[in-house]
T-cell receptor, first 114, second 113 residues
């Protein structure tokens, strides 16, 4: 599985856009990039997934350059409730066979400041 | 609501005791996963069920750990002879189909004294 590198922590003020970058130099051709969010004392929650270019949903945007060696999760106008740990995962497409176990790193702890 | 409940939410036990955690998907999902998460780390995969069959268990941390899913619905994770190093959050996740991601329950936090 491709190894991911992301900042350990980030701080942001309320209302600002936050961009969290993840490096995955050894991403494989059939790997997807997935981001999860985790609040204290809760299980991780799926945010967004993409393969290339840009993906946007009601929560976030995911930017993936052509070489796919990195990706950026963008959270628009964060609020205090966005304070959480954000995990970048790289692995085979979820539609594949097999156990599809998720491999998490340490994630990025985002602190939103009033 | 992720459609997964876990009980108990918190468990405090003394070293050497056995503990059992339960995971209940709200509706039937044939794929069920267990993860462990220690402080400051991301979740770590333990085992996986497809229906009642345990298809991956090589990542269980030791032979003190076992999991069951007797009727392909709820699942239990048991730790025998607990050690202080077993203190962690134990998470259950489901996957609705091969074209879906995983949805996690709230977890059971275990503290071994």
């Amino acid at each position: 599985l491709a190894k991911t590198t992301q900042p350990i922590s980030m701080d942001s003020y309320e209302g600002q856009e936050v961009n969290i970058t993840c490096s995955h130099n050894n991403i494989a051709t059939n790997d997807y990039i997935t981001w999860y969010q985790q609040f204290p004392s809760q299980g991780p929650r799926f945010i967004i997934q993409g393969y290339k270019t840009k993906v946007t949903n009601e929560v976030a945007s995911l930017f993936i350059p052509a070489d796919r060696k990195s990706s950026t999760l963008s959270l628009p106008r964060v609020s205090l409730s966005d304070t959480a740990v954000y995990y970048c995962l790289v692995g085979p497409a979820y539609s594949g066979a097999g156990s599809y176990q998720l491999t998490f790193g340490k994630g990025t702890k985002l602190s939103v400041i009033p | 609501d992720t459609g997964v409940s876990q009980n108990p939410r918190h468990k405090i036990t003394k070293r050497g005791q056995n503990v059992t955690f339960r995971c209940d998907p709200i509706s039937e999902h044939n794929r069920l996963y267990w993860y462990r998460q220690t402080l400051g780390q991301g979740p770590e995969f333990l085992t996986y069920f497809q229906n009642e069959a345990q298809l991956e268990k090589s990542r269980l941390l030791s032979d003190r750990f076992s999991a069951e899913r007797p009727k392909g619905s709820f699942s239990t994770l048991e730790i025998q002879r607990t050690e202080q190093g077993d203190s962690a959050m134990y998470l259950c996740a489901i996957r609705r189909s091969e074209t879906d991601t995983q949805y996690f329950g709230p977890g059971t936090r275990l503290t071994v004294l």
